[in-house]
């Protein structure tokens, strides 16, 4: 009897403390968001730390400009209560995945306020309708229509400030009571990148001005190239996805020889051929890898936006520099 009596007292004691447990695993439950790419996943996790848990769709060394969302991407957007994109055009499959994936998640265009760089086509060759999947319709999310603007907006530091605030803005609004978490991580990580600003500009004013003017795979650093004063030439539009023509290659080839462009550098997203063609018919240099539209992994030189833009910098400075 005493035995029994003294296992009941232990089966209520362990049902009375099971219900103090829950609490605190509720607690421990992070908001469950996705991110369109990689870039944009780093921005959500300096902003949302322990309290959000980010899914990206392209990963790591991936083409968002080619990316085919599969059944699990769809599952990943239902389960989310926000999903993050660029806008600006960038994901172009990103409506019907949305569509696709019946989610009730807030969609967030990471780029709202930021000034959209127009892509003359004469600036971006093979850029017209680059972005648009469908080819024969302008794709538009959240008020943001595309046709010759380049979405690559992140390749300005300024621009990266506004990406954080929007994404600080958009956490606290789905999170009142992590409120204060995301503000104090949005504001040191603004400290992070007013510094990294301020090391680019170092950087690239170390490069004799006539020797800043390189060729890269497709065009996407020309917010870069607007706010440090380097000039991309790409052989491809502002997407992987448009081909350089024969004409666009000789032309950028001429232009090489004529005004003795001193290097050329491959994409971590892009097919190095083109590049080293180019390269092999003008001498140019060719310099290390740039990483335009997605990190690199954990193992890589780029595996967060910081790292990612200091590398860049050191390989201009390498290859530009003498």
């Not at 990103?94 to 959209?116: C, H, M, N, Q």
């Not at 917010?223 to 790409?234: P, R, S």
């Amino acid at each position: 009897m005493l035995t029994r009596r003294l296992t009941l007292a232990g089966a209520l004691a362990l049902g009375l403390a099971l219900p103090l447990a829950i609490p605190a695993a509720a607690q421990e439950t992070r908001i469950p968001v996705v991110a369109s790419f990689s870039i944009l996943g780093d921005f959500v996790k300096q902003v949302g730390g322990d309290r959000v848990d980010v899914t990206t769709l392209v990963g790591a060394n991936g083409d968002a400009h080619v990316f085919q969302p599969a059944p699990a991407d769809a599952k990943k957007v239902a389960a989310a209560q926000i999903v993050f994109v660029n806008g600006l055009g960038f994901e172009g499959w990103i409506d019907r995945l949305v569509k696709a994936s019946g989610t009730k998640a807030e969609i967030v265009v990471a780029t709202t306020g930021i000034t959209p760089r127009a892509m003359a086509e004469e600036d971006a060759p093979g850029a017209a309708d680059a972005h648009d999947h469908d080819h024969d319709k302008k794709h538009d999310h959240a008020g943001h229509e595309h046709g010759g603007v380049d979405p690559h907006a992140w390749q300005s530091v300024a621009n990266a400030q506004i990406y954080v605030a929007n994404i600080r803005d958009a956490l606290i609004a789905a999170d009142p009571a992590g409120a204060a978490t995301y503000a104090a991580n949005a504001g040191a990580y603004a400290a992070k990148l007013q510094a990294l600003d301020a090391e680019v500009k170092a950087g690239v004013a170390a490069i004799p001005a006539e020797r800043r003017r390189i060729i890269t795979s497709h065009d996407a650093f020309g917010y870069f190239g607007a706010a440090y004063g380097v000039e991309f030439i790409a052989p491809q539009g502002v997407s992987t996805e448009s081909e350089a023509s024969a004409k666009d290659v000789a032309r950028i080839i001429r232009q090489i020889k004529a005004e003795k462009i001193p290097a050329v550098f491959m994409e971590n997203i892009s097919d190095p051929r083109l590049v080293k063609r180019i390269a092999t018919e003008t001498k140019a240099k060719i310099g290390g890898e740039l990483f335009s539209d997605a990190l690199s992994d954990d193992k890589g030189p780029a595996s967060t936006y910081i790292d990612m833009m200091k590398n860049n910098v050191a390989q201009l400075s390498s290859a530009l520099s003498s």
